[in-house]
């Protein structure tokens, strides 16, 4: 996966757990919980459905790792 790829595919995965959330507007390096206000089980979702989209395991000691979108690009590309 690219990173291009692996941006969109986190993009759509939290737009889709957050519709209120515009991620093309959403800074790489932004805390998608502490700047963005998602609250645990918005943050669950977004995981969920990006190991969904991503068709990969996501594991509970991983969701440190895509606490960004920059994050999630670096996690991606390494792993799908």
Same mark, same amino acid.
């Given at each position: 996966?690219?990173? #291009?790829? @692996?941006?969109?595919? @986190? =993009?759509?995965?939290?737009?889709?757990? =957050?519709? /209120?959330?515009?991620?093309? =507007? &959403? %800074?790489? /390096?932004?805390?998608?919980?502490?700047?963005? %206000?998602?609250?645990?089980?918005?943050?669950?979702?977004? &995981?969920?459905?990006?190991? /969904? @989209? =991503? %068709?990969?395991?996501?594991?509970? /000691?991983?969701?440190?790792?895509?606490? !960004?979108?920059?994050?999630? &690009? @670096?996690?991606? !590309? #390494?792993?799908?």
């Amino acid at each position: 996966m690219t990173p #291009r790829q @692996a941006r969109d595919l @986190a =993009a759509r995965s939290l737009e889709k757990a =957050a519709p /209120d959330i515009d991620a093309s =507007a &959403v %800074g790489g /390096d932004a805390d998608l919980r502490e700047d963005l %206000g998602l609250d645990s089980l918005d943050f669950l979702g977004f &995981v969920e459905g990006l190991s /969904d @989209a =991503a %068709g990969l395991r996501i594991d509970e /000691d991983d969701y440190p790792e895509l606490a !960004t979108l920059d994050g999630c &690009v @670096a996690y991606l !590309t #390494r792993r799908a």
